[in-house]
């Protein structure tokens, strides 16, 4: 009697077989191990990512410039010392500025490449004959094809593309490369030279100081003037180079 009533509760239950206890755990097992693979696939990916920023970074940091020393600033006119020019700055008609000893007509200062990174290339924007101090005609490359680019700005003025030449220190192998080892004597031209004085370009040129920018002299770089130069090499860091002129404009000035 018991046995039959027994019977009759279980007719329509079913219970788990092994096989199906089986499917089911393969089941977790391949959901676990997609899930594992696309966890550790997101990980690798982030992490290369996380390689590839640290490298470019220490790229950018090896294709740095570095100053080497202080900014020496040039003035012009009146009587100089032995071996500095005396020339004048004339206006766009040919007109001696008056005062023209008080103004600073170009900026020099020496670069090299930092941690001994990349080349640098340095081809200059223009070509001068002969040095700072004895200069002649400055030329523009050709083909102007110069990367690096110098900037300036101050309160009164802002020449994004500034004439600039180059001549290479000591060791070097001829080419226009700044490698490890190498330093880079930079001169910024404020003022156009011409072979015999400095003349105020023609309006329109932004590289320097043109008439137009005179204005009874007040806009040149003078006394207790506060200015910025940027380098932008094709690559790296920009170098910023900021210094305030003193209060009394010598024929040649150490800007520390």
Same mark, same amino acid.
């Not at 012009?76 to 007109?95: E, K």
């Not at 040149?220 to 130069?229: G, M, Y």
């Given at each position: 009697?018991?046995?039959?009533?027994?019977?009759?509760?279980?007719? +329509?239950?079913?219970?788990?077989?092994?096989?199906?206890?089986?499917?089911?755990?393969?089941?977790?097992?391949?959901?676990?191990?997609?899930?594992? +693979?696309?966890?550790? &696939?997101?990980?690798?990916?982030?992490?290369?990512?996380?390689?590839?920023?640290?490298?470019?970074?220490?790229? %950018?940091?090896? %294709?740095?410039?570095?100053?080497?020393?202080?900014?020496?600033? /040039?003035? !012009?006119?009146?009587?100089?010392?032995?071996?500095?020019?005396?020339?004048?700055?004339?206006?766009?008609?040919?007109?001696?500025?008056?005062?023209?000893?008080? /103004?600073?007509?170009?900026?020099?200062? *020496?670069? $090299?490449?930092?941690?001994?990174?990349?080349?640098?290339?340095?081809?200059?924007? +223009? !070509?001068? $004959? &002969?040095?700072? =101090?004895?200069?002649?005609?400055?030329?523009? &490359?050709?083909?102007?094809?110069?990367?690096?680019?110098?900037? +300036?700005?101050?309160?009164?003025?802002?020449?994004?593309?500034? *004439? #600039?030449?180059?001549?290479?220190?000591?060791?070097?192998?001829?080419?226009? @490369? @700044?490698?490890?080892?190498?330093?880079?004597?930079?001169?910024? #031209?404020?003022?156009?030279?011409?072979?015999?004085?400095?003349? @105020?370009?023609? &309006?329109?040129?932004?590289?320097? #100081?043109?008439?137009?920018?005179?204005?009874?002299?007040?806009?040149?770089? =003078?006394?207790?003037?506060?200015?910025?130069?940027?380098?932008?090499?094709?690559?790296?860091?920009?170098?910023?180079?900021?210094?305030?002129?003193?209060? /009394?404009?010598?024929?040649?000035?150490?800007?520390?």
């Amino acid at each position: 009697m018991l046995k039959r009533f027994m019977n009759k509760v279980n007719r +329509y239950q079913n219970g788990i077989t092994g096989l199906e206890t089986a499917i089911i755990l393969i089941a977790f097992v391949v959901v676990a191990a997609v899930f594992a +693979y696309t966890v550790l &696939s997101a990980g690798l990916f982030a992490t290369q990512k996380s390689s590839e920023a640290v490298y470019s970074g220490l790229e %950018s940091t090896q %294709s740095t410039l570095e100053m080497k020393g202080g900014v020496i600033a /040039y003035a !012009t006119g009146g009587t100089a010392q032995s071996g500095q020019a005396t020339d004048l700055i004339l206006d766009n008609g040919g007109s001696a500025l008056t005062n023209a000893g008080t /103004y600073v007509t170009r900026l020099q200062f *020496t670069v $090299a490449n930092v941690l001994g990174g990349e080349p640098i290339d340095l081809s200059p924007s +223009y !070509t001068v $004959a &002969s040095t700072v =101090d004895a200069p002649t005609d400055l030329t523009i &490359s050709s083909p102007d094809n110069h990367v690096t680019v110098i900037d +300036y700005d101050d309160k009164f003025n802002h020449f994004e593309d500034c *004439t #600039w030449t180059i001549d290479y220190l000591g060791m070097n192998d001829g080419d226009n @490369l @700044l490698e490890a080892g190498e330093k880079a004597l930079m001169t910024v #031209w404020l003022v156009e030279h011409d072979g015999t004085d400095f003349n @105020l370009a023609a &309006s329109g040129d932004t590289g320097a #100081w043109f008439d137009d920018d005179d204005d009874t002299n007040s806009q040149l770089i =003078d006394a207790n003037h506060q200015f910025r130069l940027q380098i932008k090499t094709s690559e790296g860091a920009v170098l910023s180079i900021e210094r305030t002129l003193p209060a /009394y404009i010598d024929k040649s000035m150490d800007l520390h």
